[in-house]
């Protein structure tokens, strides 16, 4: 029987899509597989393809590997403006039936039915887009080789049960790492993430710096920049540690997690710029973005893991102050203090955790 399909309108670009895709959640793997609810990971990527090519001196390569309806790579082609060159992939064939329905009428787009790292062996990206339904761990390898230096990977995870301290054998095995099940879990999974990057680019004498990345919903979303070189690797991996997350666990009692990235989610220069882009295209979750990308900036030069109203107020025993009030009464001593994309209720700072006791019970009282 044949597939029934409905038209789909994501920022300002059409596509066809089957009837069947689930409305929330990472929903099941299927042929031509379209989940509204990544809008804003789609939208995300329009403003960082954008600055990628708004800053590059020749023309940007740019492969969508694992596209399924191919709805990332088709709205890149028609929303980003400049010299770039869209290739579109899926090793289904029925998935690549509907790359090629998608791409009619495209000059700028080219798609292929291969299973990805292969292909990755036999063409190199400036940007290479890694969406996989689950973990991206089989594609990490061939990407970090492949990616043209300077260029960009992007990576989604929505394995975030096994990066989230859920399943945490599933995690060693997998990442290679230790996750943490408390209120810092989504932190903790990006960072882990964010080190098997890092640590797999090392084998080949690249390093990483990571531009944006973020926890929302059912996935995780990092944009690295690979560097090539030996000496770059060796400075990554200078920001892969094992850490205790002692201040940070229900149990109170020394933890350790990773390795990890112990460096900064975000580059402060380029959250900048895709806040000045983001106002030139047209994205559906515009106001979703414009709070992630403010939150980001607001925490990327504070530590690693935060603190949340709920938690802190749970484990005193005291009424739950406003964050507003928290943050200024810590800045006010001179401490570093911001919120965090984790959480509204959620904040960084550099205070000795006794010192974030002593101000929130008395903001609390007050």
């Given amino acids: 029987m044949e597939t029934k399909l409905r038209e789909i309108k994501e920022g300002k670009t059409f596509f066809l899509v089957p009837e069947f895709e689930n409305k929330k959640g990472p929903g099941k793997k299927r042929s031509g597989f379209y989940n509204p609810t990544m809008e804003m990971n789609r939208d995300i990527s329009i403003l960082m393809v954008q600055w990628l090519v708004d800053t590059a001196n020749k023309s940007v390569k740019i492969l969508d590997g694992l596209a399924a309806s191919g709805a990332r790579g088709i709205r890149i082609a028609n929303e980003v403006e400049g010299d770039f060159f869209?290739?579109?992939?899926?090793?289904?064939?029925?998935?690549?039936?509907?790359?090629?329905r998608n791409t009619k009428g495209f000059d700028n787009v080219e798609g292929f039915c291969e299973n990805v790292n292969c292909l990755l062996h036999k063409k190199r990206f400036h940007y290479v887009d890694i969406d996989p339904f689950g973990t991206p761990v089989p594609y990490i390898d061939a990407a970090v080789k492949n990616v043209i230096p300077s260029g960009v990977l992007a990576v989604t995870a929505t394995d975030t049960a096994t990066l989230c301290g859920v399943y945490p054998k599933t995690c060693i095995r997998r990442y290679g790492a230790m996750p943490l099940h408390s209120w810092i879990k989504h932190e903790v999974g990006l960072r882990i993430l964010?080190?098997?990057?890092?640590?797999?680019?090392?084998?080949?004498?690249?390093g990483v710096e990571v531009l944006f990345s973020h926890s929302t919903d059912h996935y995780m979303r990092v944009y690295v920049r690979l560097r090539k070189g030996a000496g770059e690797a060796n400075e990554s991996?200078?920001?892969?540690?094992?850490?205790?997350?002692?201040?940070?666990?229900?149990?109170?009692?020394?933890?350790?997690?990773?390795?990890l990235w112990v460096g900064k989610l975000h580059n402060r220069a380029v959250l900048k710029k895709l806040q000045n882009i983001t106002p030139r295209k047209t994205l559906g979750k515009r106001r979703d973005v414009e709070k992630l990308l403010t939150r980001a900036y607001e925490e990327v030069d504070l530590p690693i893991f935060f603190y949340t109203i709920d938690v802190l107020s749970s484990q005193l025993k005291v009424s739950p102050p406003k964050p507003f009030h928290v943050l200024e009464k810590l800045k006010e001593l001179g401490f570093k203090a911001g919120g965090t994309q984790f959480g509204d209720t959620s904040f960084?700072?550099?205070?000795?955790?006794?010192?974030v006791y002593r101000v929130f019970e008395e903001v609390s009282s007050s």
Wanted: with cysteine.
């Fill in 348 to 355: 960084k700072t550099d205070a000795p955790r006794e010192e």
């Fill in 86 to 100: 869209v290739t579109i992939n899926d090793w289904n064939k029925k998935a690549f039936n509907f790359i090629l």
């Fill in 194 to 206: 964010i080190g098997y990057i890092c640590r797999e680019a090392a084998k080949y004498d690249r």
């Fill in 237 to 259: 991996l200078k920001k892969v540690k094992t850490v205790d997350a002692v201040d940070f666990t229900y149990e109170n009692r020394k933890t350790e997690v990773g390795p």
